[in-house]
């Protein structure tokens, strides 16, 4: 049976356009808060191939999502090249050891060690496959390079970005290394959650908006470049997402061997698909927040429908999804995406 996601991705003709959401396995459904509850805290949840195929399938049986996307972190890759990291209550991801010199980048682990450490991921994708319905595409993901050396170098999350950019400024080959390392991991990553049972991928670049122009291409996208390149080269069957979230005024220069462009809810869709559509197949991008109303939802799906009538489009939102967003609010949102998107 074939995947209709899937075959929105290649820019193929559905019965109608299919929907997932960013962060859609998570605090917003109460049967996802009892799990994590059992786990005890969220890494272990990453940890555990079971509880996380558990509430990778949540939204698909509860929400009616069109895909899957694995349960896990971005942060999990620093995690196993070796630096601590820790999810403290109300500051988020936390690295206690951050990269901030040559001693330490050569100390982290590269490549093939690293990504044979990343196996509770591995797992839990092998056990989705078959749990899993044979039309449901499941997507796995991995953070861009630049996303994740910046939560490396920076220890945690940040406004500023001061520290990581005056890296930028002042000793770009240190910065060029970290990012290669990284970068290398990440490929190896990607090949073996596509040999475990990933029908996608997508590349999550978070903190793109950080960037000025000519330093977003050169330490950032050109690494997601190359990582969808070979991707693209050894498994040309696997649609890849690209995701760069808040760069609307750098479209002019995206290129890439990739299949679809994650839009962000800042970017009108009008504007992306003027520059991108006759490119890429287009993902999103309604304003999460408009979950909160019933309304709100309908003239966001209503206009984005309208925008991408001639297909090529897959519904998301902007950004995840929030913690507080009710759940009959987001089923209303799934539901509505594949009804006025029926052909």
Not at 13 to 34: D, I
Not at 60 to 81: C, H, K, R, Y
Not at 208 to 213: I, P, Q, S, T, V
Not at 273 to 283: A, T
Request: overall charge negative; glycine content about 6%.
């Amino acid at each position: 049976m074939g995947k209709i996601f899937v075959d929105a991705c290649f820019g193929k003709k559905t019965p109608y356009t299919p929907v997932w959401m960013m962060r859609q396995a998570g605090r917003y459904l109460p049967e996802y808060m009892k799990v994590r509850a059992e786990a005890g805290n969220f890494l272990n949840l990453c940890h555990d191939p079971k509880k996380a195929c558990e509430v990778t399938i949540q939204p698909i049986d509860i929400v009616g999502v069109d895909a899957a996307i694995l349960f896990s972190d971005i942060l999990v890759i620093p995690n196993e090249m070796g630096m601590h990291l820790d999810f403290l209550v109300g500051e988020g991801p936390v690295f206690k050891d951050p990269i901030r010199d040559e001693k330490a980048l050569d100390a982290l682990i590269g490549g093939e060690e690293a990504a044979n450490k990343l196996t509770y991921v591995y797992e839990t994708l092998t056990l989705l496959r078959k749990e899993l319905a044979d039309d449901k595409a499941l997507i796995g993901f991995t953070g861009s390079p630049w996303t994740l050396a910046t939560y490396m170098i920076e220890g945690q999350g940040t406004k500023t970005y001061n520290i990581v950019k005056k890296e930028i400024y002042s000793n770009p080959e240190f910065m060029h290394k970290l990012l290669r390392k990284v970068t290398d991991v990440v490929k190896i990553y990607l090949e073996k959650q596509i040999e475990a049972g990933a029908d996608v991928v997508q590349i999550f670049d978070s903190w793109a908006a950080a960037l000025e122009k000519d330093k977003y291409f050169e330490f950032s996208w050109n690494y997601m470049k190359e990582i969808a390149a070979h991707i693209k080269a050894k498994y040309p069957h696997i649609p890849i997402i690209m995701f760069p979230k808040g760069i609307p005024g750098y479209l002019d220069k995206i290129d890439g061997d990739f299949d679809v462009f994650g839009v962000d809810w800042a970017t009108p869709i009008e504007y992306a698909k003027e520059m991108l559509g006759d490119k890429y197949v287009l993902q999103g991008n309604m304003e999460p927040c408009r979950l909160y109303s019933k309304e709100a939802t309908k003239e966001a799906v209503t206009n984005i429908a309208e925008v991408m009538k001639d297909g090529r489009h897959i519904f998301n939102l902007g950004h995840g999804i929030l913690p507080d967003v009710p759940v009959e609010n987001a089923k209303y949102f799934v539901k509505l995406c594949q009804e006025v998107s029926k052909r």
